[in-house]
């Protein structure tokens, strides 16, 4: 399956973005999906999942209470939606994609997303 993310940017400190990720080639449906981050010099991390029905999401402690993840399989989408950003929050997010349904927070996924870059500026 392809990815392909967008909707990054800068924004300032409190403010909010929605970040996308288009899915091709095979069934999104098949594929638990993921938000994943990596800021300069820290090791990449996993921000939220979603299971393929939608019905179960994981939020990193870090994010949760601000950030959403949906996804609409009809439109082969999955959505991160960020709110209340902070500096911290800088950082390269890629959407990744899991044939596993269960525990995503917790293991290896298969395909990624070529990174959109998130700027919070304080």
């Known amino acids: 399956v392809q990815l392909q993310a967008s909707g990054g940017g800068l924004v300032q400190a409190g403010g909010s973005l929605r970040l996308s990720c288009a899915a091709s080639?095979?069934?999104?449906?098949?594929?638990?999906m993921g938000w994943f981050r990596q800021a300069p010099g820290k090791e990449r991390e996993v921000v939220a999942t979603?299971?393929?029905?939608?019905?179960?999401?994981y939020y990193a402690d870090s994010v949760k209470g601000r950030f959403t993840i949906s996804r609409d399989n009809a439109k082969n989408t999955v959505y991160l939606q960020m709110n209340s950003l902070k500096p911290e929050d800088t950082a390269v997010y890629y959407c990744?994609?899991?044939?596993?349904?269960?525990?995503?927070?917790?293991?290896?996924?298969?395909?990624w997303g070529q990174g959109t870059q998130v700027t919070v500026s304080s």
């Open positions: 990744a994609a899991a044939r596993l349904n269960y525990g995503l927070e917790n293991k290896p996924f298969d395909y």
């Open positions: 080639g095979r069934t999104f449906s098949d594929y638990g």
């Open positions: 979603i299971t393929r029905s939608g019905a179960t999401t």
